[in-house]
């Protein structure tokens, strides 16, 4: 399966699939293309340090969201992507990316959804007072951090946790379970039913 990864910063949830792949535990794939939104994004560097396809696409050159999509769409399409992920990418996607990539583009979120969607989940976890929060891996669809869920992973909140010591918590298992979602897929065994996620585990 061809893989393309989106990203806005750091890439740390794309360095994990990449290692992955590498290492044979998402077996026939490869990260064809990854995508940036920004020229500076430490994960775009790691792309190119390793020679895959990648690019800059640059929001300022385009009046419409759409009309963004839209290049990154035919750059997808050029590439023959089965999967999009989406891994620390901090812009909305349009309805006609969602609509071309149906059912194949998933993303990570440092929360447990539904619960703290949104910018900085780490912290409105912290603010509300949880004592569990943790991550999700889900399919992406036209409403913000809100589809079909993939894989979750609980993660305990201590007394006296700053946004950062639970940032680093959660992230600890991003790295595990996107991974995961992303084998699960690319071994066919995601099914979608009333937009619930079922797992073959046979
Ligand atoms: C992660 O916390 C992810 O859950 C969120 O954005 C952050 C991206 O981190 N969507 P990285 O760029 O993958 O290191």
Redesign the pocket.
């Known amino acids: 399966k061809n893989i393309a990864v989106l ?10 699939i990449y290692s992955s792949i590498e290492a044979g535990y998402i077996a026939d794939a490869r990260i064809t293309t990854v995508v940036s939104n920004k020229a500076e ?3 775009l560097q790691f792309a190119k340090d390793r020679g895959l396809n990648s690019y800059f696409v640059n929001p300022s050159e385009y009046g419409s969201r759409t009309a963004y999509d839209t290049v990154i769409i035919d750059i997808l399409k050029s590439r023959k992507t089965d999967l999009v992920c ?5 812009k909305l996607l349009s309805a006609k990316f969602v609509d071309t990539f149906k059912n194949r583009i998933m ?4 929360s447990l959804l539904p619960s703290f969607p949104g910018l900085n ?2 912290k409105q976890a912290l603010d509300y007072g949880v004592k569990i929060s943790g ?1 999700t891996v889900h399919f992406v669809d036209k409403e913000l951090d809100h589809g079909p869920i993939i894989l979750q992973k609980a993660v305990e909140i201590k007394e006296n946790d700053t946004v950062n010591d639970l ?1 680093e918590r ?2 600890k298992e ?1 790295h595990k379970i996107y991974p995961e979602a992303v084998r699960l897929f690319v071994e066919n065994r995601l099914t979608l039913h009333n937009r619930k996620v079922n797992i073959d585990y046979s």
């Open positions: 990203l806005s910063g750091r890439g740390s949830n794309f360095k994990a994004a430490p994960g989406l891994a620390g990418y901090m993303n990570i979120h440092p989940a780490q991550c940032s959660i992230l991003e």
